[in-house]
């Protein structure tokens, strides 16, 4: 049965009317992560080796100095967390493992166990965005810089049920390690 012109016509509609995206043209938006938190990051690689087929996983260590200027709801906060990355296709999974301190990774855990944390929007001016979703009521609840990469997480969860991550994607020093 062929879609009928008006549900297209409605489709189009609804999205014309979301707040998120007026923001930018679709064409110019760029989902790049999806992000899990977990509390064994080796042992959710070698689960995502094995089962998916994924590889090889950067390795990071963040902590200060390479992790500044970091804030937790709205205060500072120097809390360090493991992080791996790999490429599926066009986009990155990305594994975060907290240590020290409190951070909205730590709040995940207590609150719905190891799972789908984030998906991250890669934006050219991480302020002009902050400021757009700000005035929808939309704030930071989590930030930080890691060379010249800049990453805010909103507070999006209680209305789309997943964290919004921004980040410009700036390069950051080379990993610690790589793992199959």
């Known amino acids: 049965m062929a879609a009928s012109s008006h549900g297209l016509d409605a489709l189009i509609a609804a999205a014309t009317f979301n707040p998120l995206y007026r923001m930018k043209k679709q064409s110019e938006r760029s989902i790049m992560q999806i992000a899990h938190v977990v509390r064994d990051l ?37 809390h360090t967390f ?39 929007e890669k934006v050219d001016d991480c302020k002009t965005a902050i400021a757009e979703y700000a005035k929808k009521g939309i704030e930071v609840i989590q930030s930080g810089k890691i060379g010249d990469d800049e990453y805010y997480y909103l507070d999006t969860e209680p209305t789309l049920g997943i964290i919004i991550e921004l980040g410009n994607a700036g390069k950051i020093p080379p990993p610690e390690r790589r793992l199959p």
């Open 82 to 120: 493991l992080i791996a990355v790999t490429w599926v296709g066009n986009n990155q999974l990305e594994l975060m493992q907290p240590l020290t301190g409190y951070s909205i990774y730590n709040e995940f855990l207590e609150r719905k166990g190891e799972g789908l944390h984030h998906i991250k």
């Open 42 to 78: 080796e042992k959710t690689i070698q689960q995502y080796s094995k089962i998916f087929g994924v590889g090889p996983w950067d390795v990071y260590t963040f902590q200060p100095p390479l992790h500044r200027e970091g804030t937790y709801r709205g205060k500072p906060s120097d």
